[in-house]
Every structure is written in structure tokens, then in C-alpha cells.
């Protein structure tokens, strides 16, 4: 799929229920990019937290920000990185990211261009919902200089050659947001319906 379709086929608020939708470029999310996790074998996860399409680059690639809308601060919000690939690649990056999470559940730290080092004290898998041709979930915690932490949820879903990685935070409140699993199901379905 090209760009232009996956824009098309990212869900759109009404879709979303409970949540506004707003596209992002990707200049704006590539911001900053951590490149080295100070263990090789969480990578992957060290990429996916800045929202970086994890190794080869993606042959298209769409973003949308969904803002929980009953929330008054606007700070619970979900991003969603939509990605088309080779099926062998999409296959290769479900399998990294998996294996990712049971080999570092004892966190890892991630030096970054603009930022000085992340460190994540606890990488959590999650139950993932069932949809598309895989996905894999889980949680990772941020250790804030003030002692306090961060949790990051994150929920990649694969159909085919495509890839939806959806990252949730809340940036004000420090606490656990999770990606809805109907938000899950509706844009595989909605992917899936686009690319027949």
C-alpha cells in the first residue's frame, strides 16, 4: 500500500469512538531517534519507543495521533504508526519486537541525539487481542529523574505485510493507558478491507 492509502485507511474519529484523530508528519514524530540500547538484543524496542520504523525502512508510512476526548488536560492519548512492508519483512519485525520483550524484561537504557539517556527499569508483556495475522503487546517503564516512572504501552498488530505499532501515554499523569482493543480490530479490518 502507498502512502496516500494508508492515510485513507487510518481510522478516523467517528471510527476511533471516544477519540479525536489528527495526522501527523513524520518529520514531527521522528524528532529525536534513539539509536543504541545499551543491550543489542532490545533494539527494537529502543527504536519503537521513538515510533522509528525498526530496521529495514518501510515502503509506506502513515501516522495518526487519537486523543481521548472526554479527558479535560488532552494528555491521554494514543499515536499510531502505520507501515507497509514485504510480508517476510512485516513477519521478521513481529518476531524481533517478540523476542525483544522476553529477553529485556529487565529494562535497558537508550542513548538518544537530543536527549541524554532512557532508561527503562521493566519491559511487561501484555495479553494482545486477537486480530490480523499476529500481535504482540506490552508495557514499558520509564525511570523518571524523580524517582517516579513512566509506563508506555504499546500494541504492534501485523496483517499480512502490514503494520500498525500503537504507542499510548499519558505525558501529564504518569499512568498506565492502554490501546483499545477495539481500536485494534477496527483498523486491521479497515486495512485488511483496503488492501483486497
Not at 527499569?121 to 495479553?127: K, Y
Not at 529523574?145 to 505525558?171: E, F, K, W
Not at 498506565?176 to 485494534?184: N, R
Amino acid at each position: 500500500m502507498s502512502k496516500g492509502e494508508l492515510d485513507r485507511a487510518a481510522l478516523t474519529a467517528s471510527e476511533a469512538r471516544g477519540f479525536s484523530a489528527e495526522p501527523i508528519d513524520a518529520e514531527t514524530i521522528e524528532f529525536e531517534v534513539r539509536k543504541a540500547a545499551d543491550k543489542p538484543a532490545c533494539q527494537p524496542l529502543a527504536e519503537a519507543s521513538s515510533l522509528v520504523a525498526y530496521g529495514p525502512k518501510a515502503k509506506a508510512e502513515a501516522y495518526r495521533l487519537y486523543t481521548a476526548t472526554k479527558d479535560d488536560l488532552s494528555v491521554h492519548g494514543i499515536t499510531a504508526h502505520l507501515m507497509s512492508y514485504g510480508e517476510n519483512e512485516a513477519k521478521a519485525k513481529l518476531q524481533k519486537i517478540r523476542a525483544a520483550v522476553k529477553a529485556c524484561s529487565g529494562g535497558f537504557a537508550a542513548e538518544g541525539d537530543a536527549l541524554d539517556s532512557v532508561n527503562y527499569s521493566a519491559v511487561r508483556p501484555l495479553a494482545g487481542v486477537e486480530a490480523g495475522s499476529e500481535v504482540v503487546a506490552y508495557r514499558l517503564v520509564v525511570r523518571l529523574p524523580n524517582g517516579r516512572s513512566m509506563p508506555h504501552t504499546y500494541v504492534v498488530a501485523r496483517s499480512g505485510p502490514l503494520v500498525v505499532t500503537y504507542q499510548g501515554l499519558d505525558i501529564m499523569r504518569s499512568k498506565a493507558v492502554d490501546v483499545p482493543e477495539a481500536m485494534v480490530v477496527r483498523q486491521i479490518a479497515k486495512l485488511e478491507k483496503a488492501a483486497s
